[in-house]
């Protein structure tokens, strides 16, 4: 190695240019710090082996190259034109702080349509339409009219209510305290017949049995969300069948608890 050195530090330069390969590499230069810093040791060439290779057997170039190696030279320094800069093809290269950040501005339209990565002009995504109903629309689930007669029953018609027949306004009615079963004040609960319950039938007295209670629904009929006429369906006979077929989780004892008229009662009890 120390020959090596030696050997191409201390060679005449008519000779090196006479014979090339003995020219030091061009880098680092011959006046330089490296070389200066570079141990002299003194070891005779015959003891330096490169592997199974002598140094005195190697061709300058392979010299030349494994030096390079040993002392590359120092990395440029970092250039400040950045990868954004390249957007703007126009711009000087600047080395300043305030021209980092106006490399990084977008470009102008004159200078962007040179830009061939604008998103306007990339090809836009191929869209699947599989997904898409023939009418164009998207395929969302469409409701289906009633194919029988039971189906339509089923379905429940909204009913518009008076202004102040909310079912909040019944509520606030009911917390009121206000007796709406129509029996007169103090008139305990009566037993009341299937036959009696019959006679009150009609829209201004109504009545309907539910568990085995009978109701006066008169007073509901403007608040009923279902409507009058199908709360009047089960006026004057026992409507439990039809009121849990329709709104079983309807609390009807709660809700009618001030139209609470009596128990209903077998004919002849
Ligand atoms: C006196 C007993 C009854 C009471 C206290 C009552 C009460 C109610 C209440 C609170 C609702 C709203 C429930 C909800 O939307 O989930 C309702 C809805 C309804 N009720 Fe009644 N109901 C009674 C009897 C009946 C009867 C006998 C029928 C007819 C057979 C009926 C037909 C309906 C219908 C169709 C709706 C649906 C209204 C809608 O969805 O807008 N109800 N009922």
Redesign the pocket.
């Known amino acids: 190695m120390a020959f090596l050195w030696r050997k191409m530090a201390t060679s005449n330069p008519t000779v090196a240019g006479e014979h090339d390969d003995d020219a030091a590499p061009p880098f680092p230069s011959l006046a330089s710090a490296q070389r200066a810093t570079v141990p002299q040791i003194e070891i005779d060439s015959n003891d330096v082996e490169y592997g199974a290779q002598s140094g005195a057997d190697k061709s300058p170039v392979t010299i030349a190259t494994e030096l390079s190696k040993t002392y590359m030279p120092p990395p440029s320094p970092p250039r400040r034109q950045s990868a954004v800069h390249s957007l703007s093809p126009t711009s000087t290269p600047s080395t300043g702080p305030a021209s980092v950040v106006k490399s990084a501005r977008a470009p102008r339209t004159s200078q962007a349509n040179t830009t061939p990565s604008r998103s306007s002009e990339r090809p836009l995504p191929k869209f699947n339409f599989s997904n898409v109903a023939p009418s164009g629309q998207l395929a969302v689930p469409t409701v289906t009219a009633p194919t029988t007669l039971a189906q339509a029953r089923q379905r ?4 518009a209510l008076d202004p102040g027949f909310s ?1 909040l306004d019944w509520a606030t009615l009911k917390n009121s305290g206000k007796d709406l079963s129509g029996r007169p004040n103090g008139v305990p609960p009566a037993r009341i017949t299937l036959d009696e319950l019959k006679r009150h039938s009609t829209h201004e007295d109504a009545w ?1 049995a ?1 568990g085995g209670k009978v ?1 006066n ?1 008169s007073p ?1 009929l403007r608040y ?4 009058v006429k ?2 009047m ?2 006026a004057g006979r026992d ?1 439990t069948k ?2 849990n077929l ?2 079983v ?2 609390n ?1 004892d709660r ?2 608890s001030n139209c609470f008229v009596g128990y209903l009662v077998p004919r002849n009890s």
């Open positions: 429940r018609e909204k009913v079912q309907t539910l109701y629904i509901y009923h969300p279902g409507g199908e709360l369906r089960c409507g039809l009121f329709t709104h989780w309807v009807y809700m009618l």
